[in-house]
């Protein structure tokens, strides 16, 4: 390396030869070799080490085996599409106060910072210095010192300029390496940002059918109770047996325990979507949550945009993220490869220096400085060595989290798109069950009350009808889960970063679209 430093210059540990040019040049040589080290570090200025960032070659499907949707872009906004007002203000609360989010943007900015500092090592630095002294020297020193000049004063003042050519790509991988770590880390605030919005979506359609369950639960114990009483009314009567009393009681019980049970999953959701949207500790006690559509009128997106599955690799800000790891990881080892090679040191100084401080400036009190040394490793006992292995073993371990990566991705894409599938087909099946039941349950009422039936009919429809009803909430549940946890395998919400210009990873982001900051870049 090549540089120009103040007046403390370079100091090498052991195990570098060190030539000082440090001697004095002729004036008449100066200027030809100051044009020759100038020319040297341009013919190898463009000169670095270690492999260059390609995408690794994965053998990617065609189609998808649940059969391909229809292709287009999934766009951000995506839970609008359920036309669910209460929906839409809980993201956008998300979005606006998540205290993940929050954090996420923070590692932006401060990678951001990072890749800013690396640039910097690259430029010119010019420093101002000055210092002041007063000394009283020992008369018993081996100097010529007496009373009159026992105490001596020394003031300077001066400006250093500093500048390192990198000769071999040090610093241009390090810079490298941190602008793959910024888009990595802004991949990475997408993807907490697309997980948010898919738990948020999943929160909210898991408290509308625990709502849901709920009201089936308290209109059961209701009918129940009332059974109840009616069929105490008949035991003391003797109308009818205790038996059939009893199994009322029993019955009316259990659809208690169901309502307590599901009473505890509302305000756990309640609770859980309280942190999601970034509310206060009171509020999370205390508030409560917007409703708005039931879970069996929220409408259910027709189809799902998927794209080719090689559009993942573009569309998953997860899978950008470990490719930009791997990047850095790459760029790293051309870091460690260049301690390899010898570097070149110029230090340099233009100031005043004076013992009058009245003088300091004056044009006798004029100084300068200048000089040179070389360094090269020769015995390092493979200090050197093993961080290059130590790089590219990071390499490796960044390559094998790319593949899991993509291999995840697809596995995640393809689940979702199967289940979204089926889930139509389950919710169908169970409405149609509940039409049946609840007609079976008429029916069993007909017939005990005519006496052609025993009780336990009835409660064998009750309990069939209930179970059914229960479980119909989960599965449109399910089925709008499913729809989200498509939109988030297939990236949703996220237009992926396109190839980089060599400053696009530090470029300023364009306005938010839908709460979510876009990088210029993309």
């Known amino acids: 390396m090549i540089s120009m430093t103040g007046l403390t210059g370079f100091t090498y540990g052991k195990g570098r030869r060190q030539t000082n040019l440090a001697a004095p040049v002729p004036a008449k040589r100066r200027l030809p070799l100051v044009l020759a080290t100038a020319m040297l570090a341009t013919m190898l200025a463009g000169c670095s080490f270690g492999p260059d960032h390609a995408r690794p070659a994965m053998d990617l499907p065609d ?92 003031h300077n003042a001066g400006g250093t300029l500093s500048y390192e050519v990198d000769l071999w790509g040090r610093y241009r991988r390090a810079s490298e390496a941190a602008r793959a770590s910024l888009l990595s880390t802004m991949a990475a605030r997408d993807t907490v940002r697309l997980a948010l919005t898919a738990q948020v979506a999943r929160t909210y359609f898991d408290l509308r059918a625990y709502d849901q369950q709920l009201q089936v639960a308290r209109d059961t114990l209701a009918s129940r109770e009332s059974t109840q009483e009616l069929r105490k009314v008949r035991f003391e009567l003797g109308l009818t047996s205790e038996l059939d009393y009893r199994q009322a009681i029993a019955e009316a019980a259990a659809a208690r325990s169901t309502v307590h049970s599901l009473q505890y999953n509302v305000s756990a959701s309640e609770a859980a979507l309280g942190v999601l949207t970034g509310k206060s500790p009171r509020d999370i006690v ?54 390899y090679f010898p570097s070149i040191s110029l230090t340099g100084l233009l100031g005043y220096e004076s013992s009058d401080l009245t003088r300091l400036f004056t044009g006798p009190a ?33 390559l094998a989290g790319y593949e899991k990566a993509v291999q995840d991705a697809f596995r995640e894409a393809q689940d979702a798109l199967v289940a979204n599938r089926k889930a139509r087909g389950v919710v169908e099946a169970q409405t149609t069950q509940v039409t049946a039941l609840r007609r079976s349950l008429h029916l069993a009422r007909l017939r005990y009350d005519n006496g052609y039936s025993s009780y336990l009919e009835v409660l064998d429809a009750e309990r069939s009808l209930f179970d059914v009803e229960i479980s119909l909430a989960s599965a449109q549940r399910d089925q709008l889960v499913a729809v989200v946890e498509v939109y988030r395998a297939l990236g949703g919400g996220w237009a992926g970063i396109a190839p980089q210009t060599p400053n696009a990873a530090d470029a300023p982001e364009a306005p938010a679209q839908d709460g979510k900051p876009v990088a210029a870049a993309q």
Do not use: C
């Open 366 to 398: 004029g100084t300068w400085r200048y000089a040179g040394s070389v360094s090269m490793p020769i015995f390092d006992f493979g200090r050197i060595k093993a961080g290059v292995e130590a790089a590219e073993a990071r390499q490796r371990a960044a």
């Open 286 to 339: 205390t508030g409560t949550v917007e409703r708005g559509l039931a879970v069996d009128a929220v409408p259910v997106p027709p189809s799902v945009p998927a794209g080719l599955p090689s559009a993942l690799l573009e569309r998953r800000p997860d899978i950008v993220q470990a490719e930009q790891q791997l990047a850095a990881a790459s760029a790293n080892i051309g870091v460690a490869k260049a301690a």
């Open 63 to 154: 189609a998808w085996r649940a059969g391909t949707a229809d292709t287009g872009t999934v766009q951000d906004g995506w839970w609008k599409g359920f036309g669910d007002p209460a929906l839409d203000a809980l993201v956008t609360a998300a979005l606006d106060h998540n205290r993940d989010l929050a954090k996420a943007i923070a590692n932006v900015d401060e990678a951001r910072a990072q890749l800013g500092l690396a640039r910097a090592n690259q430029m010119p630095r010019a420093d101002a210095q000055g210092a002041s002294q007063r000394q009283r020297y020992s008369l018993d020193s081996f100097n010529s010192f007496d009373e009159s000049t026992r105490v001596q004063d020394l």
